[in-house]
C-alpha cells in the first residue's frame, strides 16, 4: 500500500492512487474516505489529486477496483462479447489504469490552472469508473443517452467490415463512407458490379466479405493494405506490437518501445522561434482560446473538455462539407436531422460555431485570434483549410498545433485513412488480445481515439501553464504510436504472457443464478478467496490463461443483489456494465457524471461530462454543441 508519511505537503501537486488500494496515513492505518478526505483538507497546499475506483463522495468511495473490474464498471467488456454463452474478451495488459492514469495528469494540469485564477488549495476528486465511461465508452454512451433505436458503434455502417484473413496473416477493413465503397468497388472489379452503393454494401454483407476474402487470401498483407489504402480504402494490416514499431522506424518515425526511452507521450515535434514574446501563458484558462478544426471523435472531444473546463474553444465546419457524425448520426430518437446528431452532440459540447459554406475556405479562419489549433484532417484538407503545419507555424505570434492522425503526417502512411479499430490493428492491440475461445480480438468500442484525446488536452493545458513563450509548436501525434505505448510491455522476445494469471491474484466472470447478470471478479489474496466462498458458495476457479466465466451455484444469495453483498464483503467486483445499463445505474445516475443541456432543435439531453470534480467546487454548467442554421 502507498504511504502519505514521507508526502511533500509543499509541492506543485499531489498524486494519490486509492483505486486498487487504500492509501495509508502515517500513522499507519488505511483510512475511510471520509478520514482522507479530512488529511488532505489538513495538509493540502497546492493542488492535490486523488485518482480512486468510484469517486471519493459516493456511497462507493471506500471500494475498490482492478483493471478488470473497471473495464467491467466502464462498461467495455459489456460491448465486448462474442456472444452470451461466452466471457467478454479482455484486452491484454492494464489498459483500463493506464488510460485512467492520463485522465488524473488531465484533473492535475486542471487543477494547477485553478490555483493560479487565484482560488485557494485544490483537490482534484477522479473517479476511474467515470473516466471509463468519459473517453473509452463515449460513443456507445451518446447512443444510449440519446435513445437511438438503432444498434450502437460505428462498424454498424460498414461493408465490408472486420478481419479478413491474407496469404501471410490478416487485415482489418471498414468502410464506412460512399466515396470509400466507390474506392474499394474499383479495387475488386467484376465481382461486386452488380453492388452499386454503399447501402447495397449492408445489404449484401456477406456477398461482399466473400469477395474481399478470396481477393485477399492471394495476397499479402500488407500488399492488401497497401492497394486498399492506394486507392482510399480504410485497410490495415494486423501487426504484432513490435512489428508495427519495427515498421514505424523503418519510415523515419523516431518511435522505440524498448527500454527507458519508451515514450509516455510519444510525438514529432517541429519548433520555429518567435520574435514576439506572447504572456498567453499568465492568462487564464479561460482565456485561452483553441480552435477545433477537427472531425469525428479525436479532436472533438478533446475542444469538448477544454471547454467544460473554461476555455473558449471554436468549433470549424465546413457547411458543405459537414462532419460524418453529423450526416449520418445516429439521431437523437431515430429522427434524423444534423442537429440531431447523437455522436455530434456528445463529442461537442462547450463550443463556439465558426461556420462557412463553400469558396476560399481558408479566409474563413483568423488563426491570429487563437493560442491553440487542433486538427485531424486528411493533409489535403488541412492544407485547402489554412490549419496545416506550414500555415500554422507561419504567424506572427507564437502558437501550438496539435495534428492527430491515424499514423503520423511522415513517411508512406501519412495519407493512410483510418478509424480506431483499424489502429488497433495497426499498432498491436488486435494481435495481442485474444476472445474466450483464443481467437483474435478486439475491444469493442473505440479506444485510441478518446485516448488521443485525453493526450491532446494533455498538451494542451502544459503548454498553456507555461510563463511566456518565444516559440511556435506543431505536434505531429500518432494516434497507432499511442495505443502502441499502452502495451509496450508485450513487446520484445521477454515479453510476458498477457494472459498469465497475476502472482496470487485471481480472475474471473460469474454469471448470477437468478439475474444472468455477469460480474468481474479479482481476489488478491486466498484469505479474500475464502471470503468469496463463504458469500456465494462458490470455490473459486483454477486460473488457466484466459479469464473465465463460471455460473454462480443457486444459493440462498438469490433474488439479491451479489454484488452488493461481494462489496461489502470488500472484495473487488463490478456487474458488467453496457452503455444502456449505466445510462439506468443508479449508482452513476447519483454521480453527476451525466450532464444535462438544452439545445433549440433537441431540446433537453444529457451528455457524459468531465470524470473529476474540484471539490468544494461549484460544477459549471455546460453548453449544448453548435447548430448549423435552418434553410428555409
Request: charged content about 20%; glycine content about 8%.
Amino acid at each position: 500500500m502507498a504511504t502519505l508519511r514521507d508526502v511533500d505537503t509543499n509541492a506543485d501537486v499531489v498524486l494519490v492512487d486509492r483505486i486498487e488500494q487504500p492509501a495509508v496515513l502515517p500513522d499507519g492505518h488505511a483510512p475511510s474516505a471520509d478520514e482522507y478526505r479530512e488529511f488532505v483538507a489538513a495538509n493540502n497546499r497546492n493542488v492535490w489529486v486523488t485518482a480512486s475506483a468510484f469517486g471519493l463522495t459516493d456511497i462507493r468511495a471506500d471500494m475498490f477496483a482492478s483493471d478488470l473490474t473497471l473495464l467491467a464498471a466502464g462498461g467495455i467488456l459489456g460491448h465486448s462479447r462474442i456472444g452470451d454463452e461466452f466471457a467478454p474478451t479482455v484486452p491484454p495488459g492494464t489498459v483500463a489504469l493506464k488510460l485512467v492514469g492520463h485522465v488524473t495528469a488531465v484533473a492535475a494540469l486542471h487543477g494547477l490552472h485553478a490555483r493560479r485564477a487565484g482560488t485557494g488549495p485544490v483537490h482534484a476528486d477522479v473517479s476511474a469508473q467515470a473516466a471509463i465511461i468519459a473517453t473509452g465508452l463515449s460513443l456507445e454512451m451518446a447512443h444510449a443517452l440519446s435513445r437511438c433505436p438503432d444498434e450502437g458503434g460505428s462498424a454498424r455502417y460498414g461493408a465490408p467490415s472486420g478481419f479478413v484473413d491474407c496469404r501471410d496473416g490478416a487485415v482489418y477493413v471498414l468502410v464506412l463512407e460512399e466515396h470509400q465503397w466507390r474506392a474499394f468497388r474499383s479495387v475488386m472489379g467484376s465481382s461486386l458490379e452488380s453492388v452499386t452503393t454503399l447501402e447495397d454494401a449492408r445489404q449484401q454483407s456477406d456477398h461482399v466479405n466473400a469477395q474481399l476474402t478470396a481477393w485477399a487470401s492471394t495476397r499479402t498483407a500488407q500488399e492488401c493494405e497497401q492497394v486498399l489504402q492506394a486507392a482510399g480504402v480504410p485497410c490495415t494490416a494486423v501487426n504484432a506490437v513490435e512489428t508495427f514499431a519495427e515498421r514505424s522506424r523503418a519510415l523515419g518515425r523516431n518511435f522505440d518501445l524498448s527500454g527507458p526511452d519508451c515514450p509516455v507521450l510519444p510525438t514529432q515535434i517541429t519548433e520555429v522561434p518567435k520574435d514576439t514574446d506572447d504572456t498567453a501563458g499568465r492568462r487564464r484558462l479561460s482565456d485561452l482560446r483553441v480552435l477545433d478544426a477537427g472531425h469525428v471523435l479525436a479532436v472533438p472531444l478533446a475542444g469538448a473538455w477544454l471547454g467544460a473546463m473554461g476555455a473558449h474553444v471554436a468549433k470549424l465546419e465546413d457547411l458543405d462539407r459537414l462532419d460524418v457524425y453529423r450526416r449520418r448520426g445516429p439521431f437523437v430518437d431515430g429522427t434524423p436531422g444534423p442537429n440531431r446528431s447523437a455522436y455530434f452532440n456528445q463529442l461537442n459540447f462547450c463550443k463556439h460555431p465558426l461556420q462557412f459554406s463553400g469558396g476560399d475556405s481558408s479566409r474563413a479562419v483568423d488563426l491570429a485570434s487563437f493560442d491553440v489549433v487542433m486538427e485531424n484532417l486528411s493533409p489535403h484538407r488541412a492544407r485547402a483549410i489554412g490549419v496545416d503545419t506550414t500555415s500554422v507555424l507561419a504567424q506572427h505570434s507564437p502558437k501550438l498545433l496539435l495534428s492527430s492522425s491515424g499514423f503520423g503526417r511522415t513517411g508512406a502512411w501519412a495519407g493512410y485513412r483510418a478509424y480506431g479499430h483499424n489502429i488497433h490493428a495497426f499498432a498491436g492491440l488486435v494481435n495481442a488480445t485474444k476472445d474466450a475461445r483464443g481467437g483474435m480480438g478486439d475491444i469493442g468500442t473505440p479506444w485510441a481515439d478518446p485516448l488521443t484525446s485525453v493526450i491532446l488536452v494533455t498538451w494542451t493545458l502544459a503548454w498553456c501553464l507555461a510563463e511566456s513563450h518565444t516559440s511556435s509548436l506543431a505536434l505531429d501525434i500518432s494516434m497507432a504510436e499511442l495505443v502502441a505505448v499502452q502495451i509496450a510491455e508485450l513487446a520484445g522476445p521477454e515479453a510476458a504472457d498477457p494472459y498469465a494469471p497475476r502472482e496470487a491474484e485471481t480472475e474471473f466472470f460469474m454469471r448470477e443464478h437468478a439475474t444472468g447478470r455477469l460480474l468481474a471478479i479479482t481476489l488478491r489474496s486466498d484469505e479474500e478467496r475464502a471470503r468469496f466462498e463463504a458469500a456465494t458458495g462458490v470455490r473459486p476457479p483454477v486460473i488457466d490463461r484466459r479469464v473465465p466465466l463460471i455460473d454462480q451455484v443457486p444459493t440462498a444469495q438469490d433474488g439479491h443483489d451479489l454484488e452488493q453483498a461481494l462489496l461489502e464483503q470488500g472484495l473487488t467486483v463490478s456487474v458488467v456494465h453496457t452503455s444502456a445499463g449505466l445510462v439506468r445505474d443508479e449508482f452513476v445516475r447519483s454521480t453527476d457524471l451525466f450532464r444535462s443541456v438544452e439545445s433549440p432543435s433537441v431540446g433537453r439531453y444529457e451528455v457524459t461530462g468531465l470524470p473529476w470534480t474540484l471539490v468544494g467546487e461549484q460544477v459549471q454548467p455546460l453548453r449544448p454543441a453548435p447548430e448549423l442554421p435552418t434553410r428555409g
